[in-house]
């Protein structure tokens, strides 16, 4: 066990380039980033011990200096927020109060969404969809059909006027810029009516010229069947399924020329052209855990099982190979703006349960 990843010191690594890879979005070559630890720990039990479990599954961010981590807190309903200098716990109830967080996106500092469920068991096994609006001062509550869909896992938006948030039991909710609606014209897939299966919206990504896909995976018995769709025409279209191209559609990321990234343990990270055409990038089979880049040519790739980070040039692939010794239990998101890295994971330690922000620049 690597001590320093128990105490909330920053720690560098210094990681040396094999070839000069400068993105085409800043001067900094990305195969040179130094990277920083930070330790994320929820204080806010009532007796001011730590809560047992800090469990900051995503991130994601505005800027390097505005960046959001949701996840699962064992004490209550706090994320974390990080200003460029430090990360800092934000409560987010009332009135946003779920047991646990999904994903965090954002069109701005004073325009952030948070995603999740709220509800037990006992109202439902996955409980129901909770959204959570931040205007830069009051995390609130946003209206939604009461009890209408289950939990929320992705989200994802184009313009203010025009997001998207899916879920479990095909929950698949659309904003307007006024309100949120239940989308209902979903054509699921032969699979998704048998008895007894379940149909989980995993993933929605786009780009700002209207490439915007969504993939989802149905389990039924011990199996498992995946299905891709793209936004066209103002309707969601099935267009690919892992019958006819052998891929899985989980963890999406949408390049702005156009181009879906694509992966998952045990698969190899591809390239969908938008016109039928998919190309493995990898020879060897990753466990990705999460795709992010800013372009064609400047994508991190996030795989765990070991933990593995990689670079993707448009060419090549280059692996932080010093990261592979940090002692993690899992790592699970990746963001990038162009010119920095963030990734979250955690750990356990003592019988805490800690998120690990690893931070490249």
């Known amino acids: ?15 040396n380039a094999s070839c000069d890879n400068t993105n085409s979005e800043g001067d900094k070559n990305p195969r040179e980033y130094t990277f920083t630890f930070d330790t994320l720990v929820s204080i806010f039990r009532p007796d001011g011990s730590n809560a047992y479990q800090t469990i900051m599954n995503h991130i994601w961010g505005n800027s390097s200096d505005d960046v959001w981590a949701s996840g699962h807190v064992s004490s209550g309903d706090e994320i974390f927020h990080y200003d460029g200098i430090s990360w800092s716990p934000v409560q987010t109830s009332p009135p946003v109060s779920g047991w646990m967080k999904g994903e965090v996106y954002g ?5 952030i969404w948070i995603i999740g469920a709220r509800g037990s068991s006992i109202d439902s096994i996955y409980g129901y ?13 946003a209206k939604i059909p009461d009890e209408t869909g289950r939990e929320l896992l992705t989200i994802w938006g184009k313009n203010p006027n025009d997001i998207w948030a899916g879920g479990r039991e095909g929950t ?6 006024t309100e949120w609606k239940l989308y209902e014209d979903l054509e699921l897939p032969g699979k998704a009516s048998i008895p007894g299966s379940i149909f989980k919206i995993e993933a929605i990504a ?15 018995d011990i199996y498992s069947y995946n299905y891709l769709y793209k936004y066209e025409n103002s309707k969601w279209n099935m267009i690919d399924s892992g019958f006819v191209t ?31 055409n998919w190309t493995n990038l990898t020879n060897d089979d990753l466990s990705i ?22 670079h993707y040039n448009g060419i090549d692939f280059y692996e932080y190979k010093e990261l592979n010794d940090v002692d993690i239990a899992t790592v699970t998101d990746v963001w990038t703006d162009g010119n ?22």
């Open 1 to 15: 066990m690597i001590k320093y990843i128990f105490f909330p010191l920053l720690i560098l690594l210094l990681i």
């Open 107 to 111: 069109f701005g500092p004073n325009n």
């Open 129 to 141: 969809s909770i959204i959570g609006h931040y205007d830069g001062n009051n995390w609130e509550k």
């Open 172 to 177: 698949l909710f659309h904003y307007d810029g």
């Open 206 to 220: 786009g780009n700002d010229s209207n490439d915007i896909y969504m993939g989802t995976i149905v389990f039924y």
């Open 246 to 276: 052998d891929k899985y559609f989980i963890n999406l990321w949408v390049s702005p020329e156009g181009n879906l990234y694509s992966g998952l343990g045990g698969w190899p990270f591809s390239r969908y052209d938008g016109n039928g």
């Open 289 to 310: 855990s999460n795709i992010d880049g800013s372009s064609d040519d400047n994508i991190f790739v996030l795989a765990w099982n070991p933990f593995q980070l990689f």
């Open 340 to 361: 920095e890295v963030f990734v979250t994971g955690w750990f356990d330690h003592e019988g805490v349960t800690k998120t690990l922000i690893i931070h490249g620049k």
